[in-house]
């Protein structure tokens, strides 16, 4: 099997994700757009509910994707088969499991759909069967692809992403097609159905073409000091599991039950929004998180030092612009794609802006906590995370209605691991103040501020048609934002780092395409 370096393997899974992720958002928003026209609004809110109810069924996987991935790392790197296998095939099992109790579960909540929509939505299917299908699509996966762990633990995420989003944009130009002859929902997530299927049948042959190891008949059990650290791994990951969860996939639930399933159709436009950059620009880091595990695993302390301090850099930079470019474009967009009966008011495109920045500035503290293993500091805080979010968001949410929701959110999140987290790896992980990094989030915020603030006089002056004010107000907000933050950090040895890091990888490029 062929492999490549760190770099080459960052620079395959990086532009495999950009790219395939954009080609693949165009198209979607596209097929959004087309939704939209041809459905009722009730049918985006039971989507946007059906999503969070199921990803919370998705907590059956108690952490053992995070904590199987981060054991790989290891006999990857020596090419020991024999523990690749065992790790792949106690996955396997646990999966199978995995699957088989969400069903149950899933069913068990069948009767409850009725407590959380109140008002009958004005869809023409069953609630029931649709969600019922909805729930095959998410089983599914849990019997097929989790081979692709040990793909993406390998740094050959570039080959789970690829096929993911063929299959994936093959799939929207169908459904498109079909919504515009059909006018048929039911049609429609057939067709995701049909498509979830090949991609998970295809990910899973890909994973034993790479590693025939893995389709071994005799393949040896972890001896047991593995399998308790193993499990161990997986009780502390289980923690942050619950937490993702509860702040992640309550809000729509909550949305509903207080605002109604119009609503949440209605501000689910902005959150594909929201959604859509953040996995484009989460895209860039997933395809060096596996890197980043190997790194930690040979380098100096004083290295993986530096590193963070760059990836956290670059998180300031891609998540900063992403953050004004929500605050002062969002609307527009939306407005442009489906009318303006569609667009809310200015403070929840800024509260939607403010919980995006919060979660994408730990993207490097979150990756270097998972890949130095530091699964055990901080699980019980992550609970907290869950439960103050859930009892802020019924508090705030009956006061001040879908901007409460979300300020709830925010308020869990900065109380409780957004202080944390951070403090756990400089303490535990670096060996270093945590009040470096807070003086460096300090720093970022000022910029972000004063780049804001340019934003916001700039896009003053613009006064043009909808189409036209769009692609402008766009263009100001992101030349404003570069060129401040070139200004404030050219010095910094980061942005050093940064031009270092682009001259090699261009320099690998060319020497590729001779």
Known sequence: MKTYSRTEYSILNIIAGVGGYIANTVLGFICRMVFVKYLAADYLGVNGLFTNILSML?????GIGGAITYALYKPLAEKDEEKIASLVKLYGTAYKVIGITIVIIGLCLMPFLKVIIKDQPDIAESIYLLYGIN???????????????????????????????????LQSVIQMITLMYTHNYMAYILIQTIGTLIYNVSVSKAAKNKFPCITRKNVKVLPDDEKRI?????????????SGLLVNSTDNILITFFQGLTTTGIASNY???????NSLLGQVFNGLTASIGNHNAIES??????????????NFWIFGWGTLGIVFCSSDIVSLCFGDKYVLPLEIPVILAANFYSVGMMNAVWTYKHTLGLFHYGRFLQIITGILNIVLSAILGKKFGLFGILAATLIARGLTNLCYDPY????????KSPLLYLKKYCHFILVLFIAAISCYY???????????SCILKILICSLNINIIFLVAFFRWPEFNMLKRIIANMLTIVRNKMK
């Open 58 to 62: 998705s907590l059956a996987e108690l």
């Open 135 to 169: 729930l095959f699509n998410t089983v599914i996966t849990y019997f097929f692809s989790y081979r692709s762990s040990l793909l993406i633990a390998a740094q050959q995420n570039y080959i789970v992403v690829g096929i993911n989003y063929l299959i994936t944009i």
């Open 230 to 242: 193993l499990f161990e791994n997986i009780r502390d990951l289980t923690f942050y599991k619950i």
């Open 271 to 277: 959150t594909l929004l929201v959604n859509t950059l």
């Open 301 to 314: 302390e004083e290295k993986k030092y530096e590193m963070f301090n760059f990836m956290n850099f670059m």
């Open 424 to 431: 756990a790896v400089f303490k535990h992980g670096f060996g």
């Open 458 to 468: 700039s896009m003053r002056v613009i006064n043009s048609t909808r189409l036209v």
